[in-house]
């Protein structure tokens, strides 16, 4: 993994929020632009730890952007601004106070599992997604 993929999420896989935001990205991004990684494959592992993020309890997903990996509001603005109108103009959530934004995310973050659950095993592309998704 010598160079950062760009327009790359990295997700918690068995995060039923996340894998749901996932499936509305994949919906809404038509031109496909955006890939997938989730935290549980060898690739996601991979990333989440030259990142700094605990693959085995993730507080955050990460968006590589430009080179750049992006967690919390500032992924959120970064992965919405690669959407087609109007779903690019809710970018504008990273140009919110970052503190009170992220402290928002953290709260999230931290219940997710409780607000919307959690599953046994990582989401599974359809076949159709597949192309999408990158696990090794």
Known sequence: ?????DG???FDGVCNFCAGSVQAVLRLDRKGVIRFTPIQSPYGRELALKHGIDPETPESFLFLDHGQALAKTAAIGALLRRLDPPWRWLALIDRLPRGPADAAYDWIARNRYRLMGKKDRCMVPTEGQRARFIQE
């Open 8 to 10: 790359l999420w990295l």
């Open 1 to 5: 993994m010598s160079e950062e993929p």
